[in-house]
């Protein structure tokens, strides 16, 4: 059973660098999957950041794109996050989370999460 | 961006009713790319149904979804104490995918 484990500063300075991992344990990363970064603040709910296959093709939400970047380390079974130039915006519990790729007309929905890590943006 | 509307915000139900829970999307959405989710406290968020009507691996046949176009439900048929919690819709056939607000299900 494939489980997904976030980990990361909890703590980033404004302007500076978030970088997030998550580790792919009980299955493989290069499978029929998107591997996703979601995350969740109160004052804008869950926002979906971006998703990446194991090929290294992705999709970004356009209104985060040119601060993230979401990569993929197939030799540690680990994909990746970092948003530059961060404000106080960005502070929420950021997800890792994994969606099937479609088969046909079955499009799987986020079907397996990590616990969430929280990332505070202060000084 | 599809803007997701759930309502209502707030439901206060008993075990044993039955809750329905509304999503209302901007414009259209494919049936296939629309899922729900169930989230508690301190938790990630959970998967219950996806391509609008189809249950995820465990989830109680309580449960179900339905909807097309705009407009998708969830139903709860018999609340049990275990659902008292926050549940969202997503889309996630046009990007960027996006959630609902959240419809909070809290005990009568």
């Known amino acids: 059973q494939v489980q997904l484990q976030e980990s990361g500063p909890g703590l980033v300075k404004p302007s500076g660098t978030l970088s997030l991992t998550c580790v792919v344990s009980?299955?493989?990363?290069?499978?029929?999957?998107?591997w996703s970064w979601v995350r969740q603040s109160p004052e804008k709910g869950l926002e979906w950041i971006g998703e990446?296959?194991?090929?290294?093709?992705?999709n970004y939400n356009p209104s985060l794109k040119s601060r993230v970047t979401i990569s993929v380390d197939k030799s540690k079974n680990q994909f990746s996050l970092t948003v530059t130039s961060v404000n106080a915006a960005d502070t929420a519990v950021y997800y890792c989370?994994?969606?099937?790729?479609?088969?046909?007309?079955?499009?799987?929905?986020?079907?397996?999460w990590g616990q969430g890590t929280t990332v505070t943006v202060s000084s | 961006e599809i803007l997701l509307t759930q309502s209502p915000g707030t439901l206060s139900l008993s075990p044993g009713e039955r809750a329905t829970l509304s999503c209302r999307a901007s414009?259209?959405?494919?049936?296939?790319?629309v899922a729900w989710y169930q989230q508690k406290p301190g938790q990630a968020p959970r998967l219950l149904i996806y391509?609008?009507?189809t249950r995820a691996t465990g989830i109680p046949d309580r449960f179900s979804g339905s909807g097309s176009g705009t407009d998708f439900t969830l139903t709860i048929s018999r609340l049990e104490p275990e659902d008292f919690a926050v549940y969202y819709c997503?889309?996630?056939?046009?990007?960027?995918?996006?959630f609902g607000q959240g419809a909070k299900l809290d005990i009568k």
């Open positions: 997503q889309q996630y056939g046009n990007s960027p995918y996006t």
């Open positions: 990446i296959l194991h090929i290294g093709s992705t």
């Open positions: 391509g609008a009507s």
């Open positions: 009980g299955g493989s990363i290069s499978t029929n999957s998107w």
């Open positions: 989370a994994r969606r099937v790729i479609c088969s046909g007309n079955i499009c799987y929905g986020l079907d397996v």
């Open positions: 414009q259209s959405v494919n049936s296939i790319y």
